[in-house]
């Protein structure tokens, strides 16, 4: 099942994230923060859950602009599914979650980042239709 996180499951969420970057040393889950997201209508944190387990999540994250009128546009971060659970489908269930959800809301496009080494993760997104070549990705961390 696919599903808005909740405070509850931050503890489930930080073991994906540490997953996906294993040596940071930046990472903080807050119960606080999930909530915010969860009362934000343009943001989603949602959850694939299994049996009361966490097997996978993204953030969806919507952008309004004036460029195509009112069309907003949709970005895709942390995207990971659990190693043990890989390969069945959780990831691209997920995806057609956030593709549906944008679609129902008119989204101009959705973007995605993903780390220039994940290999798999980019043959896998283009599997599911997203473009590596589209466009270039810039990032400035502060």
């Given at each position: 099942?696919?599903?808005e996180a909740?405070?509850?499951d ?6 994906l994230?540490r997953?996906?970057v294993?040596n940071?040393k930046?990472?903080n ?5 999930i909530?915010?997201?969860?009362r934000?209508s ?9 049996y009361g387990?966490i097997?996978g999540?993204?953030t969806?994250n919507?952008?309004l602009q004036?460029?195509?009128?009112f069309?907003?546009?949709g970005v895709v ?5 659990h190693e043990?659970?890989r ?5 691209q269930?997920?995806l ?7 679609k129902s ?16 993760a980019h ?6 239709g997203?473009?590596g070549s589209a466009?270039?990705?810039f990032?400035?961390?502060?």
């Open positions: 099942m696919i599903r909740e405070i509850s931050k503890d489930q969420i930080f073991e994230y997953m996906l294993p940071s930046k990472m889950v807050f119960g606080a923060q909530e915010t997201i969860r934000d343009n943001n989603f944190l949602l959850v694939y859950e299994e387990q097997l999540t993204v969806l919507i952008c004036a460029l195509h009128g069309r907003p546009y971060e942390n995207v990971i599914v043990n659970h390969n069945r489908n959780i990831g269930k997920l057609q979650y956030v593709e549906d959800y944008c809301i008119d989204c101009h496009k959705i973007m995605l980042l993903s780390n220039s080494s994940r290999q798999r043959q896998f997104f283009e599997k599911e997203y473009s466009s270039k990705g990032k400035k961390y502060l």
